[in-house]
């Protein structure tokens, strides 16, 4: 069983900071790229960054320069920098891994729990 277990969240002023943090754990052979999400209230899921187990990153051109994704030592671990956060930030954030379970190859797509960051004006 594999889950992947988010931190981190909660309410800010604009301008402010948040760090949000997800681990993944359970039988993992190796994690590929793992990334953030967001859902704003009434919209859909929307990609926030991804950082691939090589260190390249991707960001929604939004939070290009605001927000910084990193990982762990482990690999098994993802971070995002949230600064100069903004209302229109508000959103439950998801993290998301690519997992390989088995020395095959075979790639999982696995969905952390979200966790609500509120940015106030």
């Known amino acids: 069983q594999v889950r992947l277990v988010e931190s981190g969240g909660g309410l800010v002023q604009a301008g402010g900071s948040l760090r949000l943090s997800c681990a993944a754990a359970g039988s993992i052979f190796s994690i590929n790229t793992m990334g953030w999400y967001r859902q704003p209230p009434g919209k859909q899921r929307e990609l926030v960054a991804t950082i691939t187990s090589g260190g390249s990153t991707n960001y929604e051109n939004s939070v290009n320069g605001r927000f910084t994704i990193s990982r762990g030592n482990a690999k098994n671990t993802v971070y995002l920098q949230m600064n100069s956060l903004k209302p229109e930030d508000t959103a439950v954030y998801y993290c998301?891994?690519?997992?390989?379970?088995?020395?095959?190859?075979?790639?999982?797509?696995?969905w952390g729990q979200g966790t609500q960051v509120t940015v106030s004006s």
């Open positions: 998301n891994a690519i997992i390989i379970l088995g020395s095959r190859g075979h790639e999982y797509n696995y």
